[in-house]
């Protein structure tokens, strides 16, 4: 793609990406920081933050890469989806509307349900310690659910 057409993909799927909350993303044996895009998809991430702290045991999803999903649902009132995307990126915090189901990506992953595509509101990013997350979430595919937990972060 050339620099001239770049602009119009950076602007649309990188828009949203944008915020100042932060939070804790923590599991047996590390944790890591997370910025909330509360300025890029407001009512998602003010619905999460409503929400904190989370607890949740989560699994691999085999379908869809790299990513762990919640075993419960939550009811956030989030209303329709804010910027929703099929293509996700390491350390991407997504929520699903339809299912009500939030999932961490730590590798390569594309949102897929086991009949096919699906979307999701991206609405937060792991800062730090990505490598530990993923250690984590690769755990899960032969070790079964793990607990993981997002709160607010201290002082914020």
């Known amino acids: 793609m050339s620099e001239a057409d770049g602009w119009w993909f950076q602007r649309t799927w990188n828009d949203f990406r944008r915020g100042t909350a932060r939070a804790r993303l923590s599991w047996d044996g590390g944790s890591a920081g997370v910025l909330l895009y509360d300025e890029g998809v407001p009512r998602t991430a003010a619905a999460v933050r409503a929400a904190l702290p989370l607890r949740t045991q989560v699994v691999n999803t085999a ?3 790299e990513m762990l999903m919640a075993t419960e649902t939550f009811g956030l009132a989030a209303g329709a989806a804010e910027n929703a995307v ?9 929520w699903d509307g339809k299912y009500g189901e939030i999932c961490v990506v730590y590798g390569d992953a594309e949102c897929r349900l086991p009949s096919g595509p699906n979307t999701v509101t991206v609405f937060g990013q ?4 990505l490598e530990g997350l993923a250690a984590f979430g690769r755990r899960r595919r032969f070790h079964g659910a793990g607990a993981l937990r997002l709160a607010a972060e201290e002082g914020a």
């Open 63 to 65: 379908w869809s890469g």
């Open 126 to 129: 792991v800062t730090d310690n």
């Open 86 to 94: 099929r293509l996700v990126r390491p350390g991407d915090l997504t």
